[in-house]
């Protein structure tokens, strides 16, 4: 059983997500839960899809909710989905959404599921902020405490210093470097310059902003009316600037190295609310239910390096992998959309596709070679439209798709970078 | 061979297990022969000394025993009569409570009435922790009261306050709160109901339970309240006035339940005697005939609401509603808490949303009653998608469309929709003033169209009209009186014309109202002789709830239609011209604060009006007769143009969407002693005044003759059942319905009641 059986292969039918929100702003009142709660309901009524015939759902998120872990299944018990879909939760950091996509595709190509739901959500406004270990060990304490006086003693053992909250940090555990550190020290060691950064993440917001006017991106959004009833609803991305220039992004500091560093607020992806989900089905089931794949999964392939070396790269190994996998070129490909977590990421990751030693490293005689520009984001990418880490691997999945049908291409490249150095990359054939 | 008895018995370890199944019925009752079998089982217990307790259990599982079999009311001949069988009951009861064998009752399902009853004078409840197991005391429904001992034992099981609330309520309490509340002594897994409550009799009967216990945790408060006469006279006595407030003096089952509260805590022979007595007279009296027709009535027509035979409905486990409007949203909401998934469609995202945040308000309601709890709250609301496009409708079975009321426009939506829709999908319409044919004019398949006419608010009215042409398909009609059924209403087949039948019989009632002004009535006369007349709201107020503008554009719709008869009254078209649009607009013939609240009559009203400031005095009787009779007029041309098959069709529609508390057909004496040979009495005193009024009774009442108020014979046969609920005394042949009534597509009534 493999990906490319004929009559078998695993379809995308449709894509379907939330507007993205920066933390705190539009989408804080909702969860994670809540939002790959509504991206996958209009995924289902939008496709006209019989929810009895769902076989499974798969979901990734990477901070998950310490009350319902298993994002998945409480998505999956929703009224409109039988209690019979069977569920589970990925997690692989910035890439779990296309962990979960290809899951369900490992399934469906297994003979295990026709049809599929996959896709991820992420709430960084609501973000589970824990006791300090002295705090929790003394609750502990007390609530296993026999008598008043045990109890009294248990809680006296707390000291001011435990008081302090623990929030989660996105740094490496092995390595100490936050996420930005480490694409701070990417972009001295491939030489990338501040320019080059900026003018990515220009590109990002200009793109996206043309996607929003003419309807392009507004037409995989399912709009979100505010939680307390109150108020327009969210019918657009809310940190695309349509009015970004190259001068203002100049004029941004660099957050992670204030001395030498490039990255800025400006070039790097915000923190971010948003799910998104996309419909998977095999090809003969999908024909026979009445429903037309817009594209195929035609490869995919994960791929890891030490974090500690360049976090962000690993794209740079997995994209030769799936290329090589569905028995394409770079050159074949008619859209690449690659996660923005850094400008100086991308950058680096395409410097990589055209560097000898990376390609070596990969496995391959040569490199994969320049990637076009002009087909590259062409919809903008997770700096201007934000990335909520769990969600953001089925946005790039639905965008290449749809743009891809709508420029007539034939197949399509995504990369997802993610911290603790792993990468994913995946090729698309229209229907 | 015998046929089986309704309670059998099974002895073990001396413990003797009642189990009651009620042989070919889905509910166990309380029927004469049921008493009769279980009389002759506890006698057999009591004198068998192996047997030292009993348990009482159902044989038929999620159901307990639902109360007294009703048809036994129907057949008391008088006061007397109806007293005698509560005695009866009380001393049957007194039997099981004082007898020498101890009995246990384990209750999985409901336990209503006579089971309630039954259960305060065991020795001890069990309750199944089961969403079905439910108490309640539903007799004042009905114009009853409880009448085997329930306004005795309850209150001092449950105290007072408790006691009065369920009585006076009927209200449904739950296991959980039942255990709270004392009324039931412990409360387990339905799986080991039956063991513990074996293990419970014989603890009984061993002694280590006692048989007399108070497990009521009482506040020092409800202690002060319940346990002095005091105390107990401050919440009677407040009882009495909210029970006033609430039911204007229209329901005698009220303060006759709270006098009998009042006498169990005095003398107890006296205290079962007075229910007893109280009982008895309540079962004569002309509410609870009424309330008891009605009964039967809505479950009759549940059964059979007017459809053709073999008339199979689609399934329908999700809908669309287009419009997000006051309408769509209710629809919405209701369809959302049946758990049917609702594709919600208008024209914008801010639409969307408001008619989203009306779906919310409705199911808040359910959230802040506890009704339902949060996470039942988060599922109903995540049912409803919004949407701007036709998106999500490929494969719905049924499309409720509730869009601006103007012909054009739903011709629009009607192709647009279709265009998406499966070719087997039901469309129907929500308006209230456009012709269902006249919309289907637009339609590629004309035969799947029918109008599903709500009232409004859609969460709270209980009627639905479902409105067919002489084209629409009966499985069409079944699909939307299914779906009515579902979302909870009471289901009326009615005719394609204008104004369906509610909307028809109250133009003429609203336009005499107007003429009423017109002849110096003052607005608060008008309201509080209506609602003496027992609608819950006057005729002004229902003007001013409904808005001027949708009364007077309805008006203007009925006149058209009926130029002979309805005439709208122009004058309150000159108020909805004025700019006082009702409650909506906040001003209207009352005045509004800014938060909505009735501040009193907006007197500069009257200038518009014939009379002007000069008020004329008309006796509220006169006043009922003129607006009464104006609607029941009408609603009998509806019956004899064939719109309604029946007239109890007739009464249900007018009960249920208006209000009205008389029936049209009533078979009993009314307080109005003559009942419709007083309208035709009435014209014949005093003749039309003015060439405007137009009320003339109906022939077919000259002929009416009300039933003696004893005999409502018990429906024991289907063709009774059919003379029940049907008109005879009108002198109304099939013949005379005329082509108007169309066959096949609804149930009309013809000469073989069971033709169709």
Known sequence: MTLSTPGRRVAIIDGVRTPFAKAGTALKGFGAIELGKLAVAELVHRTDLDPASVDLLAFGTVIPSVLAPNIAREIALMPLLPKGVQAWSVSRACASANQAITDAADQIALGHAEVAIAGGAESLSNVPILHSRGFSDALVAASRAKSTGQRLAALAAIRPRDLVPVTPAIAEPTTGETMGQSAEKMAKLNGITREAQDALALASHLHAAAGIADGRIGAELVPVLPADGRGAPLTADNGVRSDTTAAQLAKLKPVFDRRYGTVTAGNASPLTDGGAAVLLMREDAAKAAGFRPKAYIRSYAYAALDPGEQLLQAPVLAAPLALQRAGLTLADMDLVEMHEAFAAQVLSNLAGFESQAWAERAGETKPLGAVDRAKLNVLGGSIAIGHPFGATGARVTTTLVNELVRRGGRYGLMTVCAAGGLGFSMVVEAA | ????????????????????????????????????????????????????????????????????????????????????????????????????????????????????????????????????????????????????????????????????????????????????????????????????????????????????????????????????????????????????????????????????????????????????????????????????????????????????????????????????????????????????????????????????????????????????????????????????????????????????????????????????????????????????????????????????????????????????????????????????????????????????????????????????????????????????????????????????????????????????????????????????????????????????????????????????????????????????????????????????????????????GIGFRRSVGDRSATSTPSGPRRWCGVSKRSPPRTAAVRIRPRPSFAGWRPRARRSIPRPASRSDRRELCSAPSCSISPASRGSSASSGTTGSPSASPHAS
């Not at chain 2, 709270?258 to 205290?271: E, Q, T």
């Not at chain 2, 130029?563 to 909805?576: G, H, M």
Request: net charge positive; proline share 5%.
């Open chain 2, 1 to 656: 061979m015998n046929t089986p008895s309704a309670v059998s018995l099974v002895v073990e370890d001396g413990v003797a297990i009642l189990t009651f199944d009620l042989p070919g019925e889905s509910v166990n009752k309380f029927s004469p022969a049921v008493i009769e079998a279980f009389t002759a089982v506890l006698a057999h217990i009591d004198a068998d000394p192996a047997v030292q307790a009993a348990v009482l259990i159902s044989g038929k599982p999620g159901t307990f025993i639902a109360g007294a079999d009703i048809d036994q009311f129907l057949t008391f001949t008088s006061a007397d009569d109806a007293a005698k069988a509560s005695a009866f009951g009380h001393a049957m009861f007194d039997r099981i409570e004082s007898g020498r064998v101890p009995v246990v009752v384990a209750v999985d399902g409901a336990c209503l009435g006579g089971g309630l009853e039954f259960s305060l004078a065991c020795a001890y409840r069990i309750a199944a922790d089961s969403p079905k197991t439910v108490f309640a005391l539903p007799e004042v429904k009905l114009g009853l009261i409880p009448g085997a001992g329930g306004t005795q034992r309850l209150p001092h099981r449950v105290g007072l306050t408790a006691a009065l609330d369920m009585i006076l309520t009927g209200k449904n309490v739950r296991a959980k709160k039942a255990l709270q509340l004392g009324l039931v002594d412990e409360m387990v897994h339905p799986g080991i109901l039956r063991a513990t409550a074996i293990a419970r009799a014989r603890a009984l009967a061993a002694g280590t339970i006692p048989r007399r216990r108070d497990t009521r945790r009482r506040s020092i408060g409800s202690r002060l309240l319940e346990d002095t006469p005091v105390g107990r006279a401050i919440v009677l006595s407040q009882a009495r006035k909210t029970a006033l407030a609430k039911s204007g003096g229209h329901y005698p089952a009220l303060p006759a339940a709270i006098d009998a509260v009042h006498a169990a805590y005095r003398d107890r022979a006296a205290g079962f005697a007075t229910e007893a007595r109280l009982f008895g007279a309540l079962a004569m009296s002309p509410v609870c005939r009424e309330l008891m027709f009605l009964f039967y009535a809505t479950t009759l027509l549940k059964k059979e609401p007017g459809l053709p035979a073999g008339a199979t409905a689609l399934p329908v486990t999700r809908l669309g509603v287009l419009g997000t409007g006051f309408m769509g949203a209710g629809i919405a909401a209701v369809s959302a808490q049946q758990g049917l998934a609702v594709r919600f469609k208008d024209t914008a995202w801010d639409r969307v949303g408001q008619g989203i945040k009306a779906v919310r308000d409705v199911l808040n309601e359910g959230l802040k009653r506890r009704h339902i709890t949060r996470v039942q709250f988060a599922d109903q609301m995540s049912l409803v998608s919004g949407t701007v496009d036709y998106t999500g409708f490929g494969r719905l079975p049924l499309v409720i469309e509730a869009v601006f009321e103007d012909l054009a426009v739903k011709h629009k939506v009607v192709q647009e929709v279709e265009a998406v829709l499966p070719p087997t999908a039901v469309l129907a319409t929500n308006t209230s003033t456009i012709p269902i044919a006249r919309i289907a004019e637009a339609s590629a398949r004309p035969e799947r169209v029918v109008g599903m006419h709500f009232f409004s608010p859609v969460h709270k009215m209980p009627l639905l009209e479902v409105i067919v042409t002489p084209q629409t398909l009966p499985d069409v009609a079944a699909t939307a009186v299914e779906v009515g059924k579902k979302l909870g209403k009471t289901v009326i087949v009615v005719q394609d014309a204008p104004g369906f039948y509610v909307n028809r019989i109250l133009a003429p009632y609203i336009a005499e109202a107007g003429r009423l002004l017109d002849d110096g009535v003052s607005i608060e006369a008008l309201d509080r002789a209506m609602r003496g007349f027992g609608f819950p709201v006057g005729p002004i107020t229902l003007i001013d709830e409904v808005g001027l503008d949708v009364a007077t554009k309805s008006g203007g719709i009925m006149s058209a239609a009926f130029p002979e008869r309805i005439l709208a009254s122009a004058a309150l078209e000159k108020v909805a011209a004025s700019g006082r649009l009702g409650r909506k607009g906040k001003q209207g013939f009352y005045a509004y604060d800014a938060r909505g609240k009735r501040t009193g009559v907006d007197a500069s009203v009257y200038a518009l009006f014939r009379a002007g400031d000069a008020r004329t005095n008309l006796s509220a009787e006169t006043i009922v007769d003129r607006l009464a009779l104006a609607m029941v007029n009408e609603a009998v041309r509806c019956l004899e143009d064939g719109i309604i098959r029946s007239a109890r069709d007739g009464d249900i529609g007018a009960v249920f």
